[in-house]
């Protein structure tokens, strides 16, 4: 269980914590995990073209659903808001072990959660509630 919690995944976790809120958010999700009460909002900023410009995130739950929002947040700026289901699906298969799946490297710091299953949704819940606040935003 150690080998989950690696000081990449913490810096995820304290890069969640430390994000700060995206004020006027263009789209915003919120998505729990029933199962253990993991919870996270998402609050995403959108140019003229729907590249995300900002995103921010509001956690509460284990440090594994920290480091999932911080890996978010890290990596959403930039990129056009319909490409987030594809990156939540991606990742999500990638995870699953799906070696297919062409994950970016921070991606890949989350290698030792794979074989723990009934963590992946806690990886996974910012990514579910980007892609969500987009389509919702539709």
């Known amino acids: 269980m150690d ?3 690696q000081e990449k995944i913490l810096a995820f976790a304290r890069s969640s914590r430390e ?3 995206v004020p006027d958010a263009d789209a915003t999700a919120t998505v729990s995990n029933p199962v253990c009460g993991d919870r996270v909002e998402v609050r995403l900023k ?3 073209n ?3 410009t900002a995103a921010s995130t509001d956690v509460r739950g284990c440090a594994l659903c920290e480091a999932g929002a911080g890996l978010f947040v890290n990596m959403a700026p930039g990129l ?3 490409s987030l ?3 939540h ?3 999500s298969g990638w995870l699953a072990g799906d070696d297919d799946n062409d994950v970016s490297p921070p991606m890949q710091d989350f290698h030792p959660v794979r074989n723990i299953r009934n963590r992946h949704k806690c990886v ?3 990514f579910e509630a980007a892609a969500r606040a987009v389509n919702d935003k539709s």
């Open 50 to 52: 729907n590249i995300v």
């Open 85 to 87: 289901s594809g990156l």
């Open 80 to 82: 056009e808001s319909a």
């Open 19 to 21: 994000s700060e809120v």
């Open 46 to 48: 959108l140019d003229e």
């Open 3 to 5: 080998a989950l919690y």
């Open 89 to 91: 699906a991606n990742f």
């Open 124 to 126: 996974l819940l910012a």
